[in-house]
C-alpha cells in the first residue's frame, strides 16, 4: 500500500481538462468524459423524465408546469442583472402581456395555443421592450422601481378603462390537446432558453453584455451603442416571460389581472438568489425548491409565509452565494489517484 501511494498522487479531476484550453475540452479518458456530462444530463433528464415520473400524482404535474413558468422567469431575471446590470422587477408585467396577447389571439383570430404561444411570445417580447425603451438608461434601484410600476400601472389601467374584459378577464381560451403536450412545450422551453443563453453569454456579443454592466461608458467609448444592447437583453428577458404567461393562459384558459400580480416578479428574484446568480441554473434549481415548498407550506395557510421567509433569510445570510455556486465548487474539488 505504501509503495502504491508512492507510486500514485491524488490530483483534481478537472485540472487535467483546464490546463489544455479554456474553451475547448481535450477528452482522454472517460472519467474526464462522465465527470463533465453528469451534471448536464442530471438536469436535462430530471427535467424530461418528471411528467413521466409524476404522471401518478395529476396534482403535482401542475405543479412543474407552474415551476417552469416561474424558472422561465428567473432565468430571464438573472441574465438581465447579473450579465447587463439592469435589475428588472417587471416579470408580472411580461407574463401579464404574453397572457393577454395570447387570449386575444386565441379568442378573437380562432389561432390554436400552437400557433398563439410563440406568436404571444414574439409580440409581447416586441411590445414590453418598445415600453421599456425609456427606462433604459436607467441602472440600479432607478430601473428597478419604475419597471415594478409595470405591473401594476397596466392592470389599474384595464380595470379603470374596462378593456380586454376588465376585472372578469378574457374567457374560454382552448387548452393544449394534452397535460403531456402542456408539460413538454415547457419543460422543452426551459431546456432550449436555458442552452441558448448560456451559449450566448460566452459568444462576442455575451462579451459586450459584461461590458455593459461593468463599465458602460467604456463600452460606449468604443462606438458601440449600449442602448442598443440594453434593448436585445430586454427583449430576450420580456420574451422568456411573456412565452410563460402565453402558456398560463392557455393553462388556465383564463387570462386576467391576476396574471400581472407581483408573486411573478418577486418569486424568481428569490429564486436567484437560493438558486445562484449568475449561473442561470441556479435559478431554476431555486424555483424547483421554493416552488415544491410553497406547495408543501399550503395547509399552513396565512403562516406560510413566515416561514418562506425564514427559509430565505437562512439562504441569504448562511450560502449568500447561492446553491448552484456552492455546488460547483465543491464539485470542481473531486480527486481521484493518478499514477506518476
Not at 104 to 110: A, E, F, T
Not at 298 to 326: C, H, P, Q, W
Request: hydrophobic share 50%; charged share 15%.
Amino acid at each position: 500500500m505504501a509503495n502504491q501511494k508512492k507510486d500514485h498522487r491524488k490530483e483534481r479531476l478537472d485540472r487535467g481538462i483546464k490546463v489544455r484550453t479554456d474553451g475547448v475540452y481535450a477528452i482522454s479518458h472517460w472519467t474526464e468524459m462522465t465527470y463533465l456530462l453528469a451534471p448536464r444530463a442530471l438536469l436535462i433528464g430530471g427535467l424530461l423524465a418528471a411528467p413521466l415520473i409524476l404522471s401518478y400524482f395529476p396534482y403535482w404535474q401542475r405543479v412543474l408546469s407552474i415551476i417552469c413558468i416561474y424558472a422561465l422567469l428567473a432565468i430571464g431575471f438573472d441574465f438581465l442583472a447579473n450579465y447587463v446590470g439592469l435589475v428588472s422587477l417587471g416579470g408580472g408585467f411580461y407574463v401579464g402581456v404574453g397572457a393577454y396577447c395570447a387570449a386575444l389571439l386565441n379568442s378573437h383570430l380562432g389561432l390554436p395555443p400552437i400557433v398563439t404561444v410563440p406568436l404571444a411570445t414574439l409580440i409581447g417580447g416586441i411590445i414590453c421592450t418598445i415600453l421599456f425603451l425609456p427606462c433604459l438608461p436607467l441602472r440600479g434601484v432607478y430601473f428597478a422601481i419604475v419597471s415594478l410600476m409595470f405591473p401594476l400601472l397596466a392592470a389599474r389601467i384595464i380595470e379603470a378603462l374596462n378593456i380586454f374584459g376588465g376585472t372578469d378577464g378574457i374567457m374560454g381560451l382552448d387548452g393544449f390537446s394534452s397535460g403531456w403536450v402542456e408539460q413538454y412545450v415547457l419543460v422543452c422551453a426551459l431546456l432550449v432558453s436555458l442552452f441558448v443563453l448560456r451559449r450566448l453569454v460566452i459568444e462576442d456579443v455575451g462579451l459586450v453584455f459584461r461590458g455593459v454592466k461593468d463599465n458602460d461608458q467604456a463600452v460606449k467609448a468604443s462606438a458601440i451603442n449600449i442602448t442598443t444592447y440594453k434593448g436585445i437583453a430586454v427583449f430576450i428577458s420580456s420574451a422568456l416571460g411573456c412565452l410563460g404567461g402565453a402558456t398560463l393562459a392557455h393553462i388556465y384558459n383564463w387570462a386576467g389581472l391576476s396574471q400581472f400580480g407581483l408573486d411573478y416578479s418577486i418569486i424568481p428574484i428569490a429564486a436567484t438568489v437560493v438558486g445562484g446568480g449568475g449561473t442561470l441554473v441556479g435559478p431554476v434549481i431555486g424555483c424547483i425548491l421554493l416552488v415544491w415548498l410553497s406547495e408543501e407550506l399550503r395547509d399552513l395557510g396565512t403562516l406560510r409565509i413566515a416561514v418562506y421567509a425564514l427559509v430565505l433569510t437562512a439562504f441569504i445570510v448562511f450560502k449568500s452565494e447561492g446553491i448552484m455556486n456552492f455546488a460547483t465548487r465543491k464539485y470542481q474539488q473531486f480527486e481521484r489517484w493518478v499514477h506518476i
